[in-house]
């Protein structure tokens, strides 16, 4: 157990200085328009944030919501680490974890770069993990679900 913060990222990613956000929102990445005000609570920061940190939230708020196919392959890349993104994501549906990104959109950390401007994704708070959480269904519907519905 270590707590995400700036000592966190600083051991682990080699620099104390980037921005840290804890989301809170089933809907992640919708543009909520050009001004940080309307982002400010749903994406509550956790370190001082400067403008253009909060700029990168909103541009990558925009990519995600108007996007087509083509420019969105193109430009996720540059905006989030894949390769983290695609294994936060596994845990997470391996762990049938309805209080987090599946279900209300909470527990777990964004963590800005300050060198890459790369987010990456980082659980926390699992201990409605294993599909126990009983607000998202029947124990039966928890043990059956799947991406697909």
């Not at 609570?41 to 196919?69: G, M, N, P, W």
């Not at 994501?89 to 964004?110: H, I, T």
């Not at 039966?140 to 799947?146: A, G, K, T």
């Amino acid at each position: 157990m270590e707590n995400v913060d700036k000592t966190f990222f600083g051991e682990h990613f080699g620099s104390r200085k980037g921005a840290i956000f804890k989301p809170v929102t089933p809907r992640l990445f919708d543009d909520l328009g050009d001004k940080w005000a309307a982002y400010k609570q749903t994406y509550d920061a956790k370190t001082e944030i400067f403008e253009e940190q909060s700029q990168r939230v909103i541009d990558l708020c925009k990519l995600v919501s108007h996007s087509d196919d083509v420019k969105f392959e193109a430009k996720i890349g540059q905006f989030i680490d894949l390769d983290n993104f695609a294994r936060f994501m596994a845990v997470m549906v391996y762990l049938s974890d309805m209080d987090g990104l599946f279900g209300p959109g909470q527990n777990f950390y964004l963590y800005l770069h300050p060198k890459t401007q790369v987010f990456t994704f980082h659980p926390w708070d699992q201990d409605h993990s294993f599909g126990q959480f009983p607000i998202r269904g029947t124990q039966e519907q928890r043990e059956n679900l799947s991406l697909m519905k």
